[in-house]
């Protein structure tokens, strides 16, 4: 799974318009699928990564399933997104089956029928939930309708660089967090920052709400399915706490550390560079850090949670890529066949896996010994079957809400504009509801 910043998903929620009464091309149930498996055919996957060693290793995966069904031909299509795929649905042409990186749109793709409901295929075939964590069979449906398997994950961790640590264990809890960054940061004589423990804003790559708000406990919307900022005091404490800290550094001295950053995932990663002591990142981390800084020597530990929530120490943010078979799909059964094989054969997600350096999306296959990943790898093997750990909900117009809290923090909390905290978050509710009823939610 090529690593893809999730933050930032105003486009395809845009791209994400297609309703229930956008039935071009017409579903089958597994009972009239046209062809059966048996029959010669040729089914077209269309997929995201597009970088050699992507393309190879998903070639890898499914070399298995070619050789148990020989009369399948599988052609692999790279570098498909989203829109790509709502627009070949759309047309009454889609492909037989597809990937998304993008879990934030679940929602939108079983409410819309834009994927099929594969719970027909789960029972006829008899396949057993329970082989995914809760949090995974959570992000792959819909209010019951799962339109989607997932195909390998991402989660969250804190990295922590045994040269700037100093000797010192990485943290377990917000207080010590907080102190470490303060103690391991280092400062040039103007006092802007030269290294920084932790630097808390969301503008820093991954240290985005989703990833660092659930470490105090916030629950996204309420049982009626609205937004709950204003009503969980998580929102607050992590909000406050986050202010606190961007204030000690100074915010202009914050925005300047940023813009003097190197890009997410090229070798100029200012973790890979020694400049950040401690950050929050994907398991793709390992893999970039193997490759392209071999000597910084670093540890990996779950993502530390507020001092009152010690007992879910462990867990972390999940989210991944998912796979699912269009409406109109005309080779339905061997397209099931393909995202069955692909989701669940344990050979084949180990194979992803170590192809890619993601985590993979089964608990069979976390525990299998053809694992061949670093070390340090291992705690997101952990985290990701930990109880504790979670995800974001599922919505009719994506991750609409999460772009929009994302952007009341950066643009109004982070620099100071705000001056009443629950008055802002009430009113952000408002603005959330508002777009989900104008989306049919």
């Known amino acids: 799974m090529s690593p893809r910043p999730r933050r930032l998903v105003t486009a395809l929620i845009a791209a994400l318009t297609v309703t229930t009464a956008c039935t071009a091309g017409g579903g089958k149930s597994p009972t009239d699928a046209g062809p059966k498996a048996e029959a010669r055919q040729t089914i077209e996957v269309w997929h995201g990564w597009s970088a050699p060693h992507e393309v190879k290793a998903f070639d890898d995966a499914i070399a298995g399933f070619r050789r148990l069904h020989p009369n399948i031909t599988v052609k692999l299509v790279k570098g498909q997104d989203d829109t790509k795929i709502l627009n070949a649905v759309r047309s009454g042409n889609p492909p037989d089956v597809v990937s998304s990186f993008s879990t934030n749109n679940v929602g939108q793709f079983c409410s819309s029928g834009a994927l099929q409901d594969l719970t027909p295929f789960l029972r006829k075939d008899d396949v057993d939930l329970d082989m995914f964590p809760k949090a995974v069979q959570s992000y792959t449906q819909y ?193 099931w066949d393909f995202v069955k094989y692909l989701t669940t054969n344990t050979d084949a997600l180990v194979t992803f896996a170590n192809g890619l350096g993601n985590v993979p999306s089964t608990i069979p296959a976390l525990a299998s010994p053809k694992l061949s990943l670093p070390p340090q790898f291992r705690t997101f093997l952990d985290v990701f079957k930990n109880p504790n750990s979670t995800t974001i909900p599922s919505t009719v117009n994506g991750g609409d809400f999460i772009v929009k809290f994302q952007s009341f923090v950066r643009d109004q909390w982070e620099p100071g504009k705000l001056p009443d905290l629950q008055q802002g978050l009430a009113q952000l509710d408002t603005q959330v509801d508002n777009a989900l009823k104008l989306a049919g939610g």
């Not at 280092?186 to 802007?192: A, H, K, M, S, Y």
């Not at 240290?207 to 998580?234: C, K, M, Y």
């Not at 071999?294 to 001092?307: E, H, L």
Request: aromatic share 12%.
């Open 143 to 335: 209010k019951g309708v799962r339109c989607t398997l997932p195909l390998l994950a991402d989660d969250y961790a804190l990295y922590t660089n045994k040269a700037l640590m100093k000797g010192q264990q990485p943290p377990k809890t917000i207080s010590q967090l907080t102190a470490l960054a303060k103690k391991l940061t280092v400062r040039n004589p103007d006092g802007t920052i030269k290294i920084a423990g932790f630097l808390p804003s969301i503008t820093y790559y991954e240290h985005v709400p989703e990833h660092i708000a659930p470490s105090f406990g916030v629950t996204w919307l309420n049982a009626q399915g609205r937004a709950n900022f204003a009503a969980d005091p998580g929102f607050a404490k992590y909000l406050k706490w986050e202010k606190s800290l961007i204030d000690w550094y100074g915010y202009d001295n914050v925005k300047k550390f940023v813009h003097s950053m190197g890009q997410e995932f090229e070798a100029s990663n200012p973790f890979e560079k020694g400049k950040v002591a401690m950050a929050v990142d994907g398991e793709w981390r390992v893999k970039f850090l193997q490759e392209e800084a071999p000597k910084v020597q670093y540890d990996t530990t779950p993502v530390p949670v507020n001092d009152d929530r010690q007992n879910t120490f462990g867990g972390g943010f999940i989210t991944g890529t998912v796979i699912g078979i269009p409406r109109g799909a005309r080779h339905p059964q061997a397209s």
